[in-house]
Nanobody
């Protein structure tokens, strides 16, 4: 079993920044892609970003491209999501995910999910 623990969520004003962290354990970290999804109230899960094992190939949803940066530190078995220029529409529970996805934007393509961390952006 892979364990994922998110941290770093909170309340921030529009235009502010947050950095989410995801600590992974239970399986070889470098063999897996890591990413982030989010779910806003009343909406379905939405792809945010994914980074592959070597931190070279990253993929972003159009809605966050240019504002969010995903990265990973394999030595610490940790992934990060740096969120800048936050908007009220970014308000959601953010979930760390990992696995070997065949379609990076599909929630069901990932094998493991964390419990989520709340991000609230006020206007």
């Amino acid at each position: 079993q892979v364990q994922l623990v998110e941290s770093g969520g909170g309340l921030v004003q529009a235009g502010g920044s947050l950095r989410l962290s995801c600590a992974a354990s239970g399986r070889t970290f470098t063999d897996l892609a890591m990413g982030w999804f989010r779910r806003a109230t009343g909406k379905e899960r939405e792809f945010v970003a994914t980074v592959l094992w070597n931190d070279t190939f990253a993929y972003y949803a159009t809605s966050v491209k240019g504002r969010f940066t995903i990265s990973r530190d394999n030595a610490k078995n940790t992934a990060f999501l740096q969120m800048n220029g936050l908007k009220p529409e970014d308000t959601a529970v953010y979930y760390c995910v990992t696995g070997t996805p065949t379609l990076i934007h599909e929630p069901t393509a990932y094998d493991y999910w964390g419990q989520g961390t709340q991000v609230t952006v006020s206007s």
